[in-house]
């Protein structure tokens, strides 16, 4: 039976990475390893308001590995602009949905540090 350094929990092997009780690394390779994986929000925030301003939107989900949802987020973006070229006015909705990918992606890109440092892979 192998032991948490931190807590003194049940790990599941000698080899555990991060342990399942407290979250704590369990040698300071891992630790540097999995602080190396993590996603710099501001780059998630940057991309996803820079690009999404010239009509590439999900740039930012694109960056911390939510492919799908970037690739859903840039073709939704499009239709939204292609309906503002026609009509005006739905720009104001362009606008809502550009600072809305922005804040997902800066939520999202927390999320995926706290999940890796927490447990030592990716959440998706």
């Known amino acids: 039976m ?20 407290c979250g704590k690394p369990q040698n300071t390779a891992t630790a540097v ?11 998630a925030i940057a991309l996803a308001l820079i690009a999404g301003i010239i009509g590439f939107n999900g740039i930012g989900h694109l960056y911390i590995g939510k492919i799908r949802s970037g690739i859903v987020i840039l073709v939704i973006g499009w239709v939204i602009l292609g309906i503002t070229i026609l009509f005006v006015p ?31 892979k990716t959440p998706w």
């Open 33 to 43: 390893t999995m602080a190396a994986q993590t996603k710099n929000i501001g780059s």
């Open 90 to 120: 739905f720009g104001l909705i362009y606008l809502i949905f550009w600072v809305w990918q922005a804040y997902d992606a800066n939520n999202k890109s927390k999320y995926y540090n706290q999940f890796i440092l927490k447990n030592g």
């Open 2 to 21: 192998v032991f948490c350094r931190n807590c003194g929990g049940d790990l599941p092997s000698d080899n555990s990475s991060f342990c399942p009780v």
